[in-house]
């Protein structure tokens, strides 16, 4: 494995990690709004975030052991794409709630709403590019029957 991928392993799973953790301290509020149904899956926001939460950890996780690394560019491909879904979806509801991707911990945050959402679609755009570049154009010194 090229040191391009692994950096691209640990990256990506460092920002799931930080993003995964955000949404449970999140869920673990008391925040009004946590209860409330989310726009798109019609559950409660506090499930939603635990839920997308839980995923991100077990991915980043995942790929952080050496052996399930090669399938690392597919699932960060995988995520960002469900991601970038869930955003084309909710922009096209004209719902007038902003994402809520973060839950409440952006609240506290020194940033305003809308650079938080530039930053969230860089990590979607890091993850569908990284991932696509890594699993369909440099595949590295291994066949793709070895990736998969």
Do not use: N
Not at 27 to 37: I, N, S
Not at 100 to 108: A, E, F, H, K, Q
Not at 116 to 143: E, K, M, N, Q
């Amino acid at each position: 494995m090229t040191k391009h991928r692994t950096f691209f392993s640990v990256m990506g799973a460092s920002i799931l990690v930080l993003v995964a953790a955000a949404k449970l301290v999140s869920a673990a509020g008391h925040a009004g709004v946590l209860d409330t149904p989310d726009d798109l899956l019609l559950v409660p926001r506090r499930w939603v975030l635990v839920g997308v939460g839980s995923i991100e950890l077990l991915a980043a996780l995942v790929v952080l052991f050496p052996r399930s690394r090669p399938a690392a560019p597919y699932v960060f491909l995988w995520l960002g794409v469900c991601f970038a879904g869930y955003r084309v979806a909710h922009a096209m509801g004209q719902f007038t709630q902003p994402c809520s991707c973060l839950g409440t911990v952006t609240d506290s945050l020194p940033l305003s709403g809308e650079m938080v959402t530039h930053l969230l679609l860089g990590v979607i755009a890091y993850l569908i590019v990284g991932g696509a570049y890594f699993a369909f154009w440099d595949r590295g010194s291994r066949p793709v029957r070895e990736l998969v």
